[in-house]
């Protein structure tokens, strides 16, 4: 059972677009959702985190949006850049995120130049 | 503030061995976690360890054992290593203290062959 899905799986972008990723998760008891940048070859990098009690976030170029009603939530990249090509993994976690992550599968994202 | 090292950084090994991967987990930090990463896939979270107890386990055999210190750091041993277990494995830093924020090494590249 996944518990966190994650779509899409592979995304191209321009440089200078935008880049949307979503994720979509089943337990209602999860309240803490960060999303990770992983190069190859490294460990996640924790980009941005979001707790149900607000529908946007943002820092910087990165912004999640998120749905309670839905049990949505989403990560934008504004003006991508070439650096910004990665994997990105949503993830969801209980008791305001002291427990387990749960991750979404992954989307690879290139910005082409 | 030191981050947190994950020794070795690749590993080679024969099925039916035995393997331990040790982590030194973010200053100020008091809770370790063990996650592994098949290839394209995200991180499985194998069991996490607050002030040396563990706190939590995932669906990971029990082959899969681990021990957390005094000083914070942690390893993770796997007995009668499987093909399958051939995986980035991924410890996690965090502190239940002040935030739940999970901080990444950058992981051990276990071959079983």
């Known amino acids: 059972q996944q518990q966190v899905k994650q779509s899409p799986q592979s995304l191209i972008v321009q440089k200078g677009g935008i880049s949307i990723i979503n994720c979509a998760y089943e337990?209602?008891?999860?309240?803490?959702f960060p999303w990770y940048q992983q190069f190859p070859g490294k460990g996640p990098a924790l980009l941005i985190a979001?707790?149900?009690?607000?529908s946007e976030k943002k820092e910087g170029r990165f912004t999640i949006s998120f749905n309670k009603s839905a049990k949505q939530f989403s990560l934008h990249i504004m003006d991508s850049q070439p650096g910004d090509s990665a994997t990105y993994f949503c993830a969801a976690s209980k008791q305001g995120g002291s427990e387990k992550l749960v991750f979404g599968k992954g989307t690879k994202l290139t910005v082409n130049p | 503030e030191t981050g947190v090292t994950q020794s070795p950084t690749h590993l080679i090994k024969t099925r039916g061995q035995q393997v331990t991967l040790r982590c030194s987990s973010q200053?100020?930090?008091?809770?370790v976690s063990w996650y592994q990463q098949a290839l394209g896939q995200g991180p499985q979270f194998i069991f996490q360890y607050y002030r040396e107890e563990e706190n939590g386990r995932g669906n990971f055999p029990p082959r899969f054992s681990g021990l957390q210190f005094p000083n914070y750091s942690s390893e993770l041993n796997v007995n009668a290593l499987e093909l399958d277990d051939s995986a980035l494995y991924l410890c996690?830093?965090?502190?239940?203290?002040?935030?739940?924020?999970?901080?990444f090494g950058p992981g051990t590249r276990l071959t079983v062959t």
């Open positions: 996690a830093s965090s502190s239940r203290d002040y935030s739940y924020e999970q901080y």
């Open positions: 337990n209602t008891a999860f309240d803490y």
């Open positions: 979001i707790r149900p009690d607000v």
């Open positions: 200053s100020g930090h008091n809770t």
